[in-house]
């Protein structure tokens, strides 16, 4: 059966004009759970007809002149009349090169604006979230974590992105963007529902998804518990030799108990299944936050569950991919 790759892009102008390609030359989207940042790239004509509704196309137009930064950008790909939302955003930067290339980024795109310093006392994950985000385009999640802190600083002179990102690096919380909507908390916390791969069938490469045996993994885990104070205590377990994972802690009662969460958190990521990237067509659709039902008709024992991280979308000439990162089994 032949199916047709299709694309539809619309720009949204700030003046509130609406412009739309059903054609491209190269197109790819890219997003990643523990990354705040989500991007696009998107090639087209450096000229084209418009068209309006209702009439014949006018005379040809430079297209790098319709459209500018700060314009809303919707992506949709996929096969025949089944298109998907790839990509929902802004334009961050105009190439002029042949063809013309747009540089493409999320909701994340509205927080490059300024914000004034603010000390709490005592707040919560989700009043400063709400803070950093008040007046602009951005829902939360409605699962944000019910998370204290004695004291909190926005420091001067920084935007609103920038404390964002040092609050993820400072508390070792996962945020990132589902189109408007932001998540702030545990990582793997999101469910997105479910995609199922058969090895062979529906995969179009699958040489770097590696297999692991549980007794091959040699890991170390460094637990970080931050009190509501905002002061660390730290404690390592597991291999000293193995690759460290540093993971954030919140509610613990002494440095005993904390040792002993870090290592159950082992157990998590010492696992007997895949590992790696998985390159499929741009169907079935797949995105972070969704769950990978692996199966492999010649080894069955190697079916399992796995936790999506990130994608990378393409699609051009050369037809349409799609790579997922999978990590924790589940």
Known sequence: MYVQLKG????????????????FNYVECEHDIFKINSSAIVRIPTSARLTLKGEKATESVQTAKQFSRGDKIKIQLGYGNDLRDEFEGFIYRINYKRPLEIE??????????PIATKTWKNTTLLDVLNYLTEGLDIVLNENIPDMGFDKFIIPANINRLEALQQLKESYGITIFFQKNELYAGLAYSIDNGTVKYEIGTNTVKDDKLKYRNADDVRLKIKAVWIKPDNTKVEAEVGDPEGSQRTLFFYNVSNLEELKTRAQEEIVKYKYSGYEGKITTFLQPFAKPGMKAELSDPQYDERKGTYYISKSKVTAGRSGGRRIIDITIKL
């Open 8 to 23: 539809h892009i619309e720009i949204l102008r700030q003046d509130g004009k609406k412009l739309t390609f059903d054609a």
């Open 104 to 113: 493409c980024e999320g909701y994340e795109f509205l927080l490059r604006a």
